[in-house]
T-cell receptor, first 116, second 111 residues
Framework: DSGVTQTPKHLITATGQRVTLRCSPRSGDLSVYWYQQSLDQGLQFLIQYYNGEERAKGNILERFSAQQFPDLHSELNLSSLELGDSALYFC???????????????FGEGSRLTVL | GQNIDQPTEMTATEGAIVQINCTYQTSGFNGLFWYQQHAGEAPTFLSYNVLDGLEEKGRFSSFLSRSKGYSYLLLKELQMKDSASYLCAVRDNNAGNMLTFGGGTRLMVKP
């Protein structure tokens, strides 16, 4: 158990719909990262937050948005869903910004999104 | 940007040794990570290298050569449970210190 909690574990929805994925980082971790992993694909970095502020942005679609709240949990919002958005969405957390120490990421179990 | 290459698939025999290579190109190298991921599960941290050389941790070792942009993960005394994907990831301090992952190497361990 990494200490990172993601909900829901599974989600099935239709094209055009909107969903929200939630992540609670490990206790004390200030950074939250979102990754997308499509079937048999690598992890694609979406976005990072550090202590409530956006820190780095990857190939995140404009239809997707995220935020980190004062209690450090984070939400990833996916809207106008398309079939190609079906994937595992992982949240990871680390204590640091990613520079001073190892910066190892601890991953949650992921949210599997299926768009029909 | 970054370019991380690793073989797509490898097969090895139980009890044997396997080496999974990773090459990368990055402008602001700040560490290389190896993660293990079983199908449908979360990636779990295996090793971290930031200086040249070999880091050993039980049956797993990881090597880094910064000048060559090259790393390998060495798995010894392979067990069936080692069948998984192995992900190489590079941290770049010119990209907000985020981790960029390679496509992963799917390792199949056969009896």
């Amino acid at each position: 158990d990494s200490g990172v909690t993601q909900t829901p574990k599974h989600l099935i929805t239709a094209t055009g719909q909107r969903v929200t994925l939630r992540c609670s980082p490990r206790s004390g971790d200030l950074s939250v990262y979102w990754y997308q992993q499509s079937l048999d694909q690598g992890l694609q970095f979406l976005i990072q937050y550090y202590n409530g502020e956006e820190r780095a942005k990857g190939n995140i679609l404009e239809r997707f948005s995220a935020q980190q709240f004062p209690d450090l949990h984070s939400e990833l919002n996916l809207s106008s869903l398309e079939l190609g958005d079906s994937a595992l969405y992982f949240c990871a957390s680390s204590h640091s910004r990613g520079g001073a120490n190892t910066g190892e990421l601890f991953f949650g179990e992921g949210s599997r999104l299926t768009v029909l | 940007g970054q370019n991380i290459d690793q073989p797509t698939e490898m097969t090895a025999t139980e009890g044997a040794i396997v080496q999974i290579n990773c090459t990368y190109q990055t402008s602001g190298f700040n560490g290389l990570f190896w993660y293990q991921q079983h199908a449908g599960e979360a990636p779990t941290f295996l090793s971290y290298n930031v200086l040249d050389g070999l880091e050993e941790k039980g049956r797993f070792s990881s090597f880094l050569s910064r000048s060559k942009g090259y790393s390998y993960l060495l798995l010894k005394e392979l067990q069936m449970k080692d069948s998984a994907s192995y992900l190489c990831a590079v941290r770049d301090n010119n990209a907000g210190n985020m981790l960029t992952f390679g496509g992963g190497t799917r390792l199949m361990v056969k009896p």
